[in-house]
């Protein structure tokens, strides 16, 4: 079946840019995650929802981050004014009742 | 969550068995070790979970100390598609669902 799929693949952005991410979990699944992951180094949590509620919002490094799940479903995590120090790697990974989270390619950010 | 330390790279031979170790020594009662890992330009996948006992999957096998306090992922016969970043994850059992990945040890399989 279909897995976890992130759009767009890379993101070009100048700074001080908005930017919008989408994230497209696998049908049926209640969480979904999104996680940043700068050059090197591991993924880091950004937020949770649990349908469309965001129960965990600890992750997000600024108020410049926000993300929403409206229906349940399709999600989105929009940068506002971004900088440099935000180009990174943004995985989203969803999850059902077993134990497994599935993670989606990813979407590239790069701030110029 | 509880840490975990596992070693920044691994070298293995292809076609031999790898044991990828991990150090848990804050493990609570109720964590659950879970094993991820991420191929090149990929997200993380799953590979296996245990609480107390080993565990064997088609990709994997997972031993884990009497003690709970270190654990080791097996490849039974390493390919180079197995090459990747693999990440030992405690994630407790009533805890949110998140998982805390650390830096994990990067494995290079040799042809």
């Known amino acids: 079946g279909a897995g976890v799929s992130q759009s767009p693949r890379y993101k070009v952005a100048k700074r001080g840019q908005d930017v919008a991410l989408r994230c497209d979990p696998i049908?049926?699944?209640?969480?979904l995650f999104w996680y940043q992951q700068a050059l090197g180094q591991g993924p880091e949590f950004l937020t949770y929802?649990?349908?469309?509620?965001?129960?965990?919002k600890s992750g997000l490094p600024s108020d410049r981050f926000f993300a929403e799940r409206p229906e349940g479903s399709v999600s989105t995590l929009k940068i506002q004014r971004t900088q440099q120090e935000d180009s990174a790697v943004y995985l989203c990974?969803?999850?059902?009742?077993?134990?497994?989270?599935?993670f989606g390619p990813g979407t590239r950010l790069t701030v110029t | 969550d509880a840490k975990t330390t596992q070693p920044n790279s691994m070298e293995s031979n292809e076609e031999e068995p790898v044991h990828l170790p991990c150090n848990h020594s804050?493990?609570?009662?109720?964590?659950?070790i879970h094993w991820y890992r991420q191929l090149p330009s990929q997200g993380p996948e799953y590979v296996i979970h245990?609480?107390?006992s080993n565990v064997n999957n088609r990709m994997a096998s997972l031993a884990i100390a009497e003690d709970r306090k270190s654990s080791t992922l097996i490849l039974h016969r390493a390919t180079l598609r197995d090459a990747a970043v693999y990440y030992c994850?405690?994630?407790?059992?009533?805890?949110?669902?998140?998982?805390?990945f650390g830096t994990g040890t990067r494995l290079t399989v040799i042809p």
């Open positions: 245990g609480l107390t």
């Open positions: 990974a969803s999850s059902s009742t077993g134990p497994a989270l599935y």
């Open positions: 994850i405690l994630r407790h059992q009533t805890g949110a669902n998140n998982l805390f």
């Open positions: 049908s049926g699944h209640v969480s």
């Open positions: 929802f649990q349908n469309e509620a965001q129960l965990d």
């Open positions: 804050t493990i609570s009662g109720t964590d659950y």
